[in-house]
C-alpha cells in the first residue's frame, strides 16, 4: 500500500503538505488523475496495473464528498433499461455518451459492485440502490478499497493549480509540488453543491490548455417562481404531470415528471428534469389534472362539474391526486367564492377553473442555483473530446470524464452511470498505450 494513503474505512487521507512532498518529484506517472469524485476514483482502478503508475489528486481532505451525498446518502448508482432509453435521459448530450455507454453498460457497472461484495436492488421507478441497509459510504469505501488494492496513489489536500503541456509529458502542479506524467485526466466534476469540492476549478485548467467551454448553469435545480401563488401550499406534491416550458410563446421542451411545491417554487423529477432548460422570463406551463390528454381532462373535468350540482366544486373536485388545500387556493386565484356550489359557477368561471387545473402557467424567475443543484449543465465541449476514448482531440493524453464534461443526465442514477462509463472508457485508452496521439 502507499504509504500517504490511510485504508479505506477511514476515508481521510494525509495531508500530503505535511509529508514532505514539496519539490518536483522523479517519478513520471502513466497518469495523474484530477478529482477523487466516482468519475476520478473508478477511471484510476480501470487504468492500474502493474506497468502503470496512477495518481489521484484530491483538493479536498478526503475522497467522493458528493458521491456521499447521492440519493439522501443511500446513493442511487444506476437505472434499469437498454442504453438506448439511457441515451434519451442526457438532453441534447446523449448521443456523445453512445461509446462510453455501450463500453461500459449498467449492468457492468452492477456486476462490478456485485463481485466486490455490494449488491444493488432496483426500487419501483428502476432506480438502483445499495441492496439491505447499503449506503453511499459504503460505495465510496470499496471504491477507495479497491484503489488500495490496486496500489493507486492518492494525495488529499491537493488542489491542482496549473497544468503545463510539452511534446510528451505534462507538469501538473498543486501548492506542494509538480508531478510528471504522460496522461492527465480531468474528472474535476462540476460547479454545483461546491461544498464538496467540486467548484468548478476544472473549467479554468480546460480552458487554460485551450479546450473550449460552454456555458455553465445549475441543473437539475429546484425552479424559482415569480410572484408565486402556492408558498402556503408547500410539500404538496402531484404525480406524473406534464410541463412545456415556453420561451417568446415558443414551446421548446416538454417533460413528464412528479413535481412538489416548495416555498419558493416547483422542485421534484419533473422540475429537475426541466430545469437545465429554462431562463428567467420563460412561462412554464403545468398540467395539474391533465395526464397525458389535456382535452380529454378538460372534457372529464367539464362533465365532473356539470354532475356536481348543489355540491360545493371544492368537495367535488378535490381528491387524493387534488388535495382540497390546492383547489381552495384555485378558486381564490379565479376570483370564486370557496363555498360556491356547482350549479352556480359561470361558463366563464367553470372554464378559469378548469384551465388553472389543466394548463398552470408559471413565470420562471430562476433555479435556486449552484449552491443545491444536483448538477451542472455545460462544461468542456462535447466536439472538443474523442467519444471513443475521451480524450481531447486537440491536446493528446489529456482526458476529460464525468461532470466536467457538458454533460448531464436527469435524476435516477443517470449522472453516476456517465461519471462510470466515462472514468472506464478513458481507463482503456491509457492501459492500451493508445493515448497521447499514439492512436
Ligand atoms: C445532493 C446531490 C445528490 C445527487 N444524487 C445523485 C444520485 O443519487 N445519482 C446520480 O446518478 N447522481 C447524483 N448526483 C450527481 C452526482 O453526484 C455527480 O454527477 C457525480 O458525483 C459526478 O462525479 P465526478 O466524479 O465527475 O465529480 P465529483 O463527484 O464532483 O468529484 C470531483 C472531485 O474533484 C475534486 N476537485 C475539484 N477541483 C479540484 C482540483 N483543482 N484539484 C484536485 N481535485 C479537485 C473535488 O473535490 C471532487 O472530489 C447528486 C448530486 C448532488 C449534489
Partial sequence: MNTNTTGPTDMTYEDSSTSGDTAETDTIYT????????????????????????????KMPSCGRKLCITGAGKCNLTHTGTMADFLSHYGDGGKFLRSALMNFKNTDLLVFFQEHGLDFIADENGKYFPKDDGTA?????????????????????????????????????????TYTTENVVLATGGASYPATGSTGDGYTLAKRLGLPVTETGPALAAILIRDYPFHTLTGISFDNVPLSLYRDTKKIRQVTGDIIFTINGISGPGALHISRYVQKGDILHVGFVAGADEGRARKELTATIADGKNRQVNTVLSGTETPARFILRLLELSGIPRDATCAHLTKNDRNSLIRYLTDFPFTVAGTEGYATAMATRGGVARDAIRQ??????????????????????????????????????AAKAIVSGKSGGKT
Fill in 31 to 58: 497518469a495523474i488523475i484530477i478529482g477523487g469524485g466516482p468519475a476520478g476514483l473508478f477511471c484510476a482502478c480501470r487504468a492500474a496495473g502493474e506497468k502503470q503508475r496512477i495518481l489521484i489528486l484530491e
Fill in 388 to 425: 471513443k476514448t475521451m480524450e481531447a482531440k486537440a491536446v493528446p493524453g489529456l482526458f476529460c470524464i464525468g461532470e466536467v464534461l457538458d454533460i448531464d443526465g436527469d435524476t435516477g442514477g443517470y449522472n453516476l452511470q456517465a461519471a462510470f462509463s466515462t472514468g472506464a472508457l
Fill in 137 to 177: 459510504k459504503d460505495v465510496l469505501s470499496l471504491l477507495l478499497a479497491e484503489c488500495t488494492r490496486a496500489g493507486i496513489e492518492i494525495r488529499c489536500r491537493e488542489p491542482v493549480r496549473a497544468i503545463e503541456h510539452t511534446d510528451d509529458h505534462f507538469s501538473v502542479k498543486t501548492g506542494n509540488a
